[in-house]
């Protein structure tokens, strides 16, 4: 069975990008979320392996959910998924305990090398 992965993203567009290029590669995307509140209560039941998270999003943000996560799993993996121009928020994601992130249009050689780098 593949690692598991945990998508995060409001745009169901990004989430699915993302998932094709996952799956197709031999991951087990266990679960979606469409904002970071429900990233954190999906997180605690699904106990993925990785989690990919969008920074900007309705309710609670990226790097908000990103330290909630932490809080509760230390261990934790997660990338970040950002839009060009985010540096600044990258930045604070990394310092919340972000693994990597990735920018968006995805290309498929780096989700995949950012996902296999955070699961080393």
């Given amino acids: 069975m593949g690692k ?6 409001d745009a169901a567009f990004m989430r699915m990008m993302i998932k094709d290029i996952l799956t197709k590669n031999g991951y087990d995307v266990v679960g979606e979320a ?14 993925p392996d990785l989690v990919t998270m969008d920074i900007t999003m309705p309710e609670m943000d990226g790097i908000a959910a990103v330290k909630e996560i932490k809080s509760q799993d230390p261990a934790a993996r997660v990338i970040m998924c950002s839009a060009m121009g985010q540096q600044a928020m990258v930045i604070d994601a990394i310092q919340a305990g972000a693994k990597d992130f990735i920018v ?9 090398e950012a996902v296999s780098k955070a699961l080393d």
Avoid: C, S, T, W
């Fill in 4 to 9: 598991r992965v945990l998508i995060v993203d």
């Fill in 34 to 47: 469409e904002n970071g509140q429900v990233a954190v209560e999906k997180y605690r039941d699904l106990k």
């Fill in 104 to 112: 968006k249009p995805f290309q498929p050689e780096r989700v995949l």
